[in-house]
């Protein structure tokens, strides 16, 4: 399946960090945005044997591996099969708000509750 992991959130001295941990993870890139040393690439497209739910534990694994924990590893509500980085610490900043339960995320506390509610019922 192709996959996009969008990295825009993460500050440029952690790119090359959390790149090197992605290309850890078995998969092919198929096209990213030109390379260069002044701006980094930030929107990936991966080829990845597995479903989206496996890709995104691959990911979360290899940065506690690599000892990378103030990021978060989240499916994007709003774009179909896309991952997105966050940094813990700016996410009141950025006002997003996560379900406890599944890591979607949300621009209200409203919305998470809303959404967390359907949890209960399965
Ligand atoms: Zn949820």
New binding site residues.
């Given amino acids: 399946m192709r996959f996009y992991l969008d990295l825009s959130f993460v500050s440029g001295q952690h790119i090359n960090e959390i790149l090197n941990v992605i290309n850890l993870i078995s998969h092919s890139p198929i096209n990213s945005q030109e390379i260069s040393p002044e701006v980094p690439p930030l929107y990936f497209e991966f080829e990845f044997s597995g479903s989206i739910i496996e890709f995104e534990n691959a990911l979360r694994l290899s940065l506690e591996r690599n000892s990378i924990t103030e990021y978060k590893v989240t499916q994007d509500s709003q774009k179909e099969n896309t991952l997105t980085l966050l940094k813990s610490g700016d996410l009141g900043q950025l006002g997003i708000y996560f379900?406890d339960?599944?890591?979607?995320f949300f621009n209200s506390e409203e919305g998470k509750y809303i959404?967390?509610r359907a949890?209960y019922f399965f």
Wanted: charged share 10%; net charge negative.
């Fill in positions: 379900c339960f599944c890591g979607a959404h967390e949890h």
